[in-house]
């Protein structure tokens, strides 16, 4: 038996959860701006006593990579590699548009049609990548407007499900494709990434501690760091 906490900070949602072996044991998520410097570490602890579990009775801690929100993948992977260098376990990192799948997953039944999953990546661009029913990759993570003629090989011979909070800036472009489906209601949570995490935690795939980062996709562009996020992250 082992438990692995799980955190998901890539959008403006911030949830977290708890997991055993391969089940959700609980979890809590609020889909707000702004709220992951002051939130996480409450969700966290909040999480673990209404679970009746410490830091000491996990096993490892996963956290989704990227891509997102620079702020927060900063803010999560942060507090993730905090809580690992505290207690002495094992990181584990989920991309985020792969774990995706597992939200639609708990939707409905999926055969054999491809996924595109897309982040909101502001400006007019969305982070995105296409993945079949078994996560695995036909289109690897890419970043930039999501234009038709590209998708329109993928589409040509079977149905393809359009999920993430990047859907709604695109669906004028697809909406009249009669194998397309747009899902916007499916979006990162930290449910989705316990099947992903699992696999990894059986096969001993972790982190360095020392070197892992963020999975950014694009070039990070620093801004202004309010002082709550400075506390967090502890930056001078």
């Not at 054999?112 to 982070?127: G, K, P, Q």
């Not at 970043?143 to 038709?148: D, F, S, T």
């Not at 990434?193 to 935690?201: Q, S």
């Not at 950014?216 to 992250?233: E, G, M, P, Q």
Request: proline share 3%; glycine share 4%; hydrophobic share 40%.
């Amino acid at each position: 038996m082992f438990k692995i906490l799980h955190i998901e900070t890539a959008t403006d949602i911030c949830s977290v959860a708890l997991s055993e072996d391969d089940k959700l044991v609980d979890y809590i998520s609020l889909h707000e701006k702004n709220i992951h410097s002051s939130k996480l570490t409450l969700f966290i602890d909040e999480l673990l006593e209404k679970t009746a579990n410490s830091y000491s009775n996990l096993d490892a801690v996963s956290v989704s990579k990227g891509p997102g929100s620079f702020t927060g993948l900063r803010i999560g992977v942060s507090v993730a590699k905090g809580i690992c260098y505290g207690i002495e376990k094992p990181l584990i990192a989920v991309n985020t548009l792969r774990s995706l799948i597992t939200a639609l997953k708990r939707e409905q039944e999926l055969k054999d049609e491809h996924i595109c999953t897309l982040i909101d990546a502001r400006n007019n661009e969305v982070y995105y990548a296409i993945y079949d029913a078994n996560y695995r990759a036909v289109l690897e993570p890419e970043v930039g407007k999501l234009e038709p003629e590209k998708m329109r090989e993928f589409l040509s011979n079977r149905k393809m499900i359009f999920i993430g909070d990047g859907v709604e800036k695109w669906a004028e472009s697809f909406n009249n494709n009669d194998n397309c489906m747009l899902l916007s209601t499916v979006l990162p949570d930290a449910r989705n990434l316990i099947p992903l995490a699992v696999e990894k935690y059986k096969n001993k795939d972790f982190e360095d501690l020392n070197y892992f980062e963020p999975y950014y996709l694009r070039d990070f562009k620093a801004k202004k760091v309010s002082l709550k996020i400075k506390k967090i992250l502890n930056i001078d």
